[in-house]
Every structure is written in C-alpha cells, then in structure tokens.
T-cell receptor, first 112, second 115 residues
Framework: AQTVTQSQPEMSVQEAETVTLSCTYD???????LFWYKQPPSRQMILVIR??????QNATENRFSVNFQKAAKSFSLKISDSQLGDAAMYFC?????????FGPGTRLSVLP | DAGVTQSPTHLIKTRGQQVTLRCSPK?????VSWYQQALGQGPQFIFQ???????QRGNFPDRFSGHQFPNYSSELNVNALLLGDSALYLC??????????????FGSGTRLTVV
C-alpha cells in the first residue's frame, strides 16, 4: 500500500516556540522524495521542504527542518521560532511517479 | 509571472448534473495534474495530462474525464454528479520531466458543492 499517516489532526504552539509535526509513510518504491506542504486559508499548496530519500542528511530550510528516519519510514517536520504566519494545514507527502500521495494533514494553530 | 489559475473559484451544482472546471498552468509549464481534496482530507490524485493526453490516472471512476489544449490549459469534467463529489479541486502544473516532483505549482482550487 502507498499511504501517508499523520497522527496529529491538530496541534498548537506559542509564538516563538518550537513544534514538531509527525508523519509516517509506506511505499514499495526504493527511490522517492518526501515533502511537507503548507495550505493556508488561501487554499494554495505551498512547498515547505523536500527530502531526497537516498540522502541521509536531514533537509533544512531556514526555520524548518526534518527528522528523516528511512528504516522507520518516518518524516517529521520541526518548525522553530514559530510565527503567526505559520498557522495553516500541513500535509506530508511522497511522490509516486510524477504525482503525490498526501497524508490527511495536521492543522497548526499559532498562539500569540 | 502568473502562477496557476483556476476557474471558477466556487460553484454549486445539483446531483446528476455535469460540471467543467478549468486550469491555466504557470507560464513555461506543459503538464497539468488534477487533485480532489475532500473536506478534512489530503488531496487525492485524479489524473495528469501531458501533450494533450492523459498520462496517469488515480483511482477515480470514468465519470471523471479531462482534456488538455494546445496552449497547455486543461479542463476537468465530472458527469452525473454525486453528493460525494463535493470537494476542493486543485490543479498543479509542472514541466516534464520534473525530477523528484520539484517545481510543482498548485492553484488555489475550485470549491465544488453538490446539493
């Protein structure tokens, strides 16, 4: 089965604090990429961070970083110094060929 | 540089009717993919068009069909609408080949409500 699980439907974090969103996945592919997408109220999916599965080094993009555990098929997202603009739905995904398999999402609230 | 444009933004249809959604890809992109996002769920892949042909298809019935035009824009058609077709329909464009799915651009979607 090609699936993505996000076990936290909702999370909240205080502004300037750190939060970690969890994701596990299952794929039979040997070479793939993993993604975190953000969907604000504008509904447009925005790429947050991308990880090549063949790379052991965890990807980072400014305040966003991942903890990639390939054997465990785990791909969590850490947001540091959370800002009000980080409030959104966050989707974990991997590519199946040229397209994506998305998880159900985690709604992140940022408290002032 | 315009991104992905979808129209209309919202529409309401009655069960049994047919609907057409439209997507203009980002400038320079030649591939269009469609996704269905039901309320509270992640997007699910419907199909992908490249060179005016359907190249890949997800697990959706034949009621869902599409078209791509020579200018790379695309339409999604849904026949015999069911209440369960109510969802946000997202269009994403890219260039083929898109190594590791990098460079995908999503539109803001069309919210379809079936009553």
């Amino acid at each position: 089965a090609q699936t993505v699980t996000q076990s936290q439907p909702e999370m909240s974090v205080q502004e300037a604090e750190t939060v970690t969103l969890s994701c596990t996945y299952d794929t039979s592919e040997s070479d793939y990429y993993l993604f975190w997408y953000k969907q604000p109220p504008s509904r447009q999916m925005i790429l947050v961070i991308r990880q090549e599965a063949y790379k052991q080094q965890n990807a980072t993009e400014n305040r966003f970083s991942v903890n990639f555990q390939k054997a465990a098929k785990s791909f969590s997202l850490k947001i540091s110094d959370s800002q009000l603009g980080d409030a959104a739905m966050y989707f974990c995904a991997f590519n199946l060929g040229q397209n994506f398999v998305f998880g159900p999402g985690t709604r992140l609230s940022v408290l002032p | 540089d315009a991104g992905v444009t979808q129209s209309p933004t919202h529409l309401i249809k009655t069960r049994g009717q047919q609907v057409t959604l439209r997507c203009s890809p980002k400038s320079g992109h030649d591939t269009v993919s469609w996704y269905q996002q039901a309320l509270g769920q992640g997007p699910q892949f419907i199909f992908q068009y490249y060179e005016e042909e359907e190249r890949q298809r997800g697990n959706f019935p034949d009621r869902f069909s599409g078209h791509q035009f020579p200018n790379y824009s695309s339409e999604l058609n849904v026949n015999a609408l069911l209440l369960g077709d109510s969802a946000l329909y997202l269009c994403a464009s890219s260039q083929v080949p898109s190594w590791g799915n990098y460079g995908y651009t999503f539109g803001s979607g069309t919210r379809l409500t079936v009553v």
